[in-house]
C-alpha cells in the first residue's frame, strides 16, 4: 500500500477534500425503513411475536445475570435455567410455552425473593 506508484494512495493524497455534510450519503435511511416496514407487513403475526418473546427473554436473563446473587447453588439453578430457555427455543417453542412460564416465574423469584428461593432449594438438598 505504501509503495511508490501505488494508484490509490496517489488518488487518496491528491483528492480534494470535501466537508461531509456536502458528500453524498453511503446510507438511505428512507429505503432502508421501507425495506423493514416491508417485511413486517408479510410477516406473519405468530412469527413476529415469537421472534419479541425470544428476545425479551434474552434481555431477561442478560438483566438477571448482572443482579444475580453470588451463591453457588443459586448460579447452577439460574444456568440451567437459561440452558433450558436457550434448547427450548431453538427447537419447538410452540409446545413448551407453559415450561417457559414456570422458568420465568422461577428467576423472577430469584430475583425478587432471593431467600425463600435458597431456602427452598437447601430443603430440596436435605430431602435427597
Known amino acids: ?33 421501507d425495506g423493514i416496514l416491508d417485511n413486517l407487513e408479510d410477516i406473519q403475526p405468530v412469527k413476529l411475536l415469537k421472534q419479541l418473546f425470544v428476545s425479551l427473554l434474552g434481555m431477561g436473563f442478560v438483566v438477571a445475570e448482572a443482579t444475580l446473587s453470588a451463591d453457588e447453588n443459586f448460579s447452577k439453578l439460574f444456568y440451567e435455567c437459561k440452558d433450558f430457555v436457550v434448547r427450548t427455543c431453538q427447537e419447538s417453542i410452540n409446545e413448551k410455552v407453559q415450561d417457559l412460564c414456570q422458568v420465568y416465574e422461577t428467576v423472577e423469584a430469584m430475583l425478587l425473593k432471593p431467600e425463600e428461593v435458597l431456602k427452598a432449594m437447601r430443603q430440596q438438598l436435605s430431602e435427597k
Open 1 to 33: 500500500m505504501q509503495k511508490e506508484g501505488n494508484l490509490w494512495l496517489h488518488l487518496w493524497e491528491t483528492a480534494k477534500s470535501v466537508p461531509a455534510v456536502k458528500q453524498a450519503p453511503l446510507f438511505d435511511e428512507d429505503l432502508a425503513v
